[in-house]
């Protein structure tokens, strides 16, 4: 039959063991953030020029872009031309949006830090092509009053093919300021707990490590008290204010114990068609049909047993159940390998999602599936 050229009947063979709890050392750096250490973003419209052809038709810009260039011309921007028009003629230059990401731990001024430059008018590529000196500046300080962080400039390469209206500059930034993060409030760190670890009991677990820490024991109060789920509060010593960092240093460092890790995940962007599966992730005995495809994940048969009929119906999952009660290992397939063979089987993305999906609605996946944006 047509509906089966497509057929799939998978029989993969792994002891069924799921790590869903684990005890093993760990620190409380591995499970947590310090507050005040985010990442900061500083931006600015700016314009790339030494493009060969490849720049932006000042006749497709938006009222948006026409304003942006209005504004960079206002504020001493070399733009290419006489006015805006001259963008039109030789489309040799760009308008792009800069941006530079400050990492957690904070920056001095004077340092140097990777740029990424994007096309906003419509370039259809900016390789070979060189930034104009563009002052960065907080994006929410987006005005003639706005406070230059740093300074942008230099040539632009193209990191992906795929997408030659991306650059990046290496070290085109120059800070013009410290950002120095703060970490304390009032005497307290607050230690926020990682998304993927933000699970019952977590935030118990790390007070009660750092509590417990010899580093801590000594002190006449217990420093560190879980807010909530995803939070923990440790107080200052007065005898560490003098060297603060000191002191995160041996919160994060602490050993947290008989942690339950997270199941397994499966991660599914589907507006992009995206799919991460962990290795561990498994799929129970079962049987899905979908758009042609049978998949099937059957426990491996017993040495000399026949195989079944394919016109007979077996009820593949009670079946591993009464094997199991036997004392056999029936084993679980690994869902990157029905991944794999479905790949093979040249399945769309959005093909094997939905395969995913059905699975998932069963409670056929070993693991946690969650869906991004």
Excluded: W
């Excluded at 308008?95 to 430059?117: F, K, M, Q, W």
């Excluded at 370039?123 to 009053?145: I, R, W």
């Amino acid at each position: 039959m047509n509906t089966f050229k497509r057929s799939l009947s998978l029989i993969i063979s792994c002891i069924f063991t799921v790590t869903a709890f684990a005890q093993q050392p760990l620190r409380v750096e591995h499970f947590v953030r310090v507050k005040g250490q985010e990442e900061t973003e500083i931006r600015q419209f700016g314009i790339v020029s030494g493009l060969n052809g490849t720049g932006d038709d000042v006749k497709n810009y938006s009222p948006l872009a026409h304003g942006i260039m209005r504004q960079l011309s206002r504020s001493g921007m070399p733009v290419p031309g006489a006015d805006v028009k001259g963008i039109s003629s030789t489309r040799n230059s760009a308008l792009v949006e800069v941006v530079v990401r400050i990492p957690g731990t904070g920056a001095r001024n004077g340092e140097r830090l990777d740029c990424t430059v994007v096309s906003v008018g419509g370039a259809k590529s900016l390789s070979g092509g060189v930034l104009s000196t563009t002052m960065l500046s907080s994006p929410f300080q987006q005005d003639e009053n706005s406070v230059p962080l740093g300074m942008a400039s230099g040539n632009i390469t193209i990191a992906q093919t795929a997408s030659p209206n991306v650059g990046r500059i290496v070290n085109g930034c120059r800070l013009l300021a410290d950002f120095l993060n703060p970490y304390i409030d009032n005497g307290l760190v607050t230690l926020v707990i990682k998304k993927e670890h933000a699970f019952p009991n977590m935030a118990n677990k790390i007070a009660e490590a750092i509590n417990k820490d010899p580093e801590f024991q000594a002190l006449s109060i217990q420093p560190a008290k879980a807010i909530n789920s995803h939070s923990v509060v440790v107080r200052v010593p007065t005898t560490d204010f003098a060297d603060p960092m000191d002191f995160v240093a041996k919160i994060l460092n602490a050993d947290v114990l008989d942690v339950p890790l997270p199941l397994p995940r499966v991660t599914i962007n589907e507006r992009a068609g995206t799919i991460a599966i962990d290795e561990k992730v498994e799929v129970k005995p079962t049987l899905v049909t979908h758009r042609g495809f049978i998949a099937e994940a059957a426990p491996q048969l017993p040495t000399g047993e026949p195989e079944d009929l394919p016109q007979q119906f077996l009820d593949i999952d009670t079946d591993a159940k009464f094997r199991q009660m036997n004392g056999e290992n029936v084993v679980n397939m690994k869902l990157k390998a029905l991944q794999a063979s479905l790949n093979a089987l040249k399945a769309t993305p959005q093909e094997i999602i939905d395969i995913i999906k059905i699975l998932h609605a069963q409670g056929a996946i070993v693991g946690d599936v969650v869906y991004i944006d």
